[in-house]
């Protein structure tokens, strides 16, 4: 292990910065990233980072997510829309702010072993995850040039399919994977682990483990693996660069 990033007394150490912008497609969170509040919603506590998510009227007063008008100072994203916003009929503003630490900027590899110990939050509709993302759209914007999922949870206590019970979304299920390709034909590869009868997810700290080479990913849990994902013959993409057996997963991260 080459690179660690731990929290010690100041919550933002020299490999890390927070993002200011909405969320944006494809994911369309339903949240906006703000480090102007930093010190209400990230904190470090006895070498942990805690991120507490604030309600947006909270701050900015009744009505705000209905009426207000968004502009975000320092924005980190290049698309306006991302930037500012005024709210309007059906089209409200993110009744969340969170944060969302990234080390694009600071820390960059290709090939490699990735160790997370952290804790899944607990609340419905609770989306966190864990990501590695390409530090240059080398074959276009979002998706189309990869992201990998080094874990995530949903934070609902009870979440199933309403047809089919048996296909579970709540914090029994751990997720891992990739997602490629362009809107709407994004590809999501998965590699899950279900607790349907034991603990949560969210209830306690855990490792996640990605280990990234150039024949695909490997996916653990606390030291277990869970599941190995390899590209076919024809790769991971389609159109153009279809035969490109690696790509995108061929560049820095």
């Not at 993110?94 to 490699?112: C, D, H, N, Q, V």
């Not at 240059?136 to 990869?146: E, K």
Request: aromatic share 12%; glycine share 8%; hydrophobic share 35%.
């Amino acid at each position: 292990m080459y690179f660690i990033i731990g929290f010690m007394r100041k919550w933002m150490g020299i490999n890390t910065q927070t993002t200011s912008r909405r969320g944006r497609i494809p994911d369309y969170e339903f949240c906006v990233y703000h480090n102007e509040n930093h010190q209400q919603l990230v904190k470090i506590d006895d070498g942990q980072l805690l991120i507490k998510p604030i309600i947006l009227e909270d701050l900015y007063g009744e009505n705000a997510t209905a009426y207000g008008r968004l502009q975000l100072n320092r924005c980190t994203s290049t698309i306006s829309y991302e930037c500012s916003r005024q709210a309007l009929s059906y089209s409200i503003l993110p009744p969340i702010i969170s944060a969302r630490l990234t080390t694009k900027e600071r820390f960059i590899l290709r090939y490699g072993r990735i160790e997370i110990r952290a804790r899944f939050p607990r609340g419905d509709w609770l989306y966190p995850e864990m990501w590695l993302e390409p530090k240059y759209s080398t074959y276009g914007a979002n998706y189309a040039s990869g992201r990998v999922l080094l874990g995530m949870t949903r934070g609902n206590e009870n979440l199933v399919n309403a047809t089919d019970v048996s296909k579970i979304y709540d914090a029994r299920r751990l997720d891992f994977g990739l997602r490629v390709g362009t809107p709407p034909n994004v590809r999501e590869i998965l590699v899950s682990k279900l607790h349907e009868f034991g603990p949560r997810w969210t209830q306690d700290f855990h490792v996640y483990t990605t280990i990234w080479t150039s024949d695909g990913f490997t996916f653990l849990i606390d030291g277990e693996e869970i599941g190995r994902v390899r590209p076919d013959e024809e790769g991971w993409m389609s159109g153009s660069n279809a035969g490109r057996k690696n790509a995108p997963f061929d560049q820095e991260m």
